[in-house]
């Protein structure tokens, strides 16, 4: 049975906590949604009714121009490990893209060394808090970190990965605006 919250409560820091990876999902009224798995290490509890997460270079960029149309994302934690849970965050977000003062302070504040290929910091606002059961996710066994996307980065450097960036985040798959050139 679902439970809603207005805030993050401890357990719920707790377990987010313990998880491997967290999935966000963003649309507009006339766009595709998107659905994509993050990495749990980049995601941080900023207060009761605030987290981030720090996103690195890919491929599109359509959470950033979802945002920047519409700014509903969703995040979404479940245990593949241990006792079952999904928890889900909603809220107001914004996309602080690399080289703005919003993106240097959080993260100064929250993460501190920059990793290669970091393009910006989503944050969100939590107006809700909902868990449910998760009795139907699978168990699995983490096997580690994949170090592709580092060694790719790496391998791009600053002006390559500006440049691909250029050619591949500044738009949506529907034609939105999503990261400004030059980030």
């Known amino acids: ?3 809603q919250f207005p805030r993050i409560e401890p357990a719920h820091a707790e ?10 999902a963003s649309a507009t009224a006339e766009s595709r949604v998107n659905v994509s798995p993050r990495e749990a ?17 890919g491929s599109g960029a359509e959470t950033a121009a979802h945002l920047r149309a519409d700014g509903r994302p969703t995040i979404m934690v479940c245990a593949f490990e241990g ?9 107001r977000g914004q996309s602080l893209p690399r080289g703005t003062a919003g993106y240097a302070a959080l993260l100064a504040d929250h993460y501190g060394e920059e ?11 939590i107006d ?3 868990t449910s059961c998760g009795y139907g996710v699978p168990l699995f066994a983490p096997m580690g970190e994949r170090p592709n996307l580092r060694r790719w980065a790496e391998a791009k ?6 440049a691909y960036r250029a050619e591949k985040n500044t738009r949506s798959l529907d034609g ?3 990261l400004p050139a030059g980030v």
């Open 176 to 178: 939105l605006p999503a």
């Open 157 to 162: 450097g600053e002006a390559g990965l500006i």
């Open 41 to 57: 290490s980049a995601l941080r509890l900023l207060g009761p009714n605030a987290v981030c997460y720090l996103d690195q270079t």
């Open 83 to 91: 006792p079952p849970l999904i928890l889900r965050l909603y809220g």
């Open 1 to 3: 049975m679902a439970k």
């Open 15 to 24: 377990f987010i906590g313990r998880q491997r990876i967290f999935f966000t």
């Open 128 to 130: 809700l808090v909902q």
């Open 115 to 125: 990793p290669p290929g970091a393009r910006q910091i989503v944050r969100l606002e």
